[in-house]
């Protein structure tokens, strides 16, 4: 019986709530590229939590001595205005 748990087929997905996780994702930034002293970080602001992560994550930025810079756009021309390239 196929079902939203069992859906007979190949079914991919990524959820993104996790707040948590954006600590973790900068230590592991630092990890892989030991001297960054700054990056972007993209924000669609039309995402329902963006604010509390942006808090999350700049507050592990300021404990591992990184500068981030908040990046907000939600459609492809927003992101083409601050020279981001996503392919295509």
């Known amino acids: 019986m196929e079902s939203l748990n069992r859906p007979g087929g190949n079914v991919t997905g990524v959820t993104?709530?996790?707040l948590e996780f954006g600590a973790k994702r900068l230590e592991l930034l630092r990890q892989l590229v030991p001297n960054v002293t700054s990056i972007a970080m993209l924000v669609d602001p039309k995402y329902p939590l963006p604010l509390a992560e942006e808090?999350?994550?700049?507050?592990?930025?300021?404990?591992?001595?990184?500068?981030?810079?908040?990046?907000?756009?939600?459609?492809?021309?927003?992101?083409?205005?601050?020279?981001l390239y996503l392919g295509g």
Do not use: F, K
């Open 55 to 83: 808090r999350d994550v700049d507050a592990a930025a300021r404990t591992l001595g990184i500068q981030i810079t908040v990046v907000n756009a939600s459609t492809e021309s927003q992101m083409d205005s601050y020279g």
């Open 16 to 18: 993104y709530i996790n």
